[in-house]
Each structure stands twice: as structure tokens, then as C-alpha cells.
């Protein structure tokens, strides 16, 4: 499953389709090329975001403008293959965050056109 989703992602992604510089952001999440991706010490994997925090995100960011997806998210392993495959082909994609949660956790990450 995680191979077929990881072509169908791969094939999505070579579309062509252009997009915005600046990430869309509301209180669900925001839409936007990951600028770093670190896995922790701890097994968690932070997202840092370009951007100044937006204040319509539904959630408090940690230093540095990151969310965290957690090492007890069941599925963080697609979800790194996800945003660093983003990341080095500079596709955005959605990143749903958890609503209320402070620092900012994931939920999922939708790849966008």
C-alpha cells in the first residue's frame, strides 16, 4: 500500500501544475512547500514553515514556526515520505493539523496540485 501511494504520488506530483510562493493557511492547516523536515531524538518529526505563524491556524506553532507529527502518529513514516518527497520536488501539500492542539501536532498531509 505505502509503494502504491508513494507512485501515485510521485505521478500526481509531475502533473505541472503551478502554485502560489506564499503558504494558504487557515484554521484547519495551510498548503505549502515544506521548507525543512528534521526527525528528532525523540522518534517525532518537526515541520518548519516559511512563514511568519499565521494567526487564522487553528493551533499554537512551536519554535521556530514548526508542527510536530509524533512518533505514536501511526502513520508518520508515509507521512515523512510525503513531505520530504514535497519538499525536493517543490510540491505543496496540505498539512492538516490537529485543532486546539498547542504546540501544533499532524493529523495528515494531502499532496495539492
Given at each position: 500500500m505505502k509503494k502504491f501511494l508513494s507512485v501515485?504520488?510521485?505521478a500526481l506530483m509531475h502533473c505541472g501544475y503551478a502554485h502560489a510562493d506564499n503558504p494558504n493557511c487557515?484554521?484547519?492547516?495551510?498548503?505549502?512547500?515544506?521548507?525543512?523536515?528534521?526527525f528528532t531524538a525523540g522518534g517525532n518529526l518537526s515541520i518548519y514553515f516559511s512563514s511568519p505563524a499565521p494567526t487564522e491556524l487553528g493551533c499554537t506553532l512551536g519554535?521556530?514556526?514548526?508542527a510536530t507529527v509524533y512518533n505514536t502518529n501511526p502513520g508518520r513514516d508515509l507521512i515523512a515520505s510525503v513531505l520530504l518527497t514535497a519538499k525536493h520536488t517543490n510540491t505543496p501539500v496540505f498539512i492538516r493539523i490537529n485543532t486546539g492542539s498547542n504546540p501544533?501536532?499532524?493529523q495528515y498531509v494531502e499532496p495539492r496540485p
Open positions: 501515485l504520488f510521485v487557515n484554521q484547519y492547516g495551510c498548503t505549502e512547500v515544506p521548507e525543512r523536515v528534521l519554535g521556530n514556526n514548526t501544533c501536532s499532524v
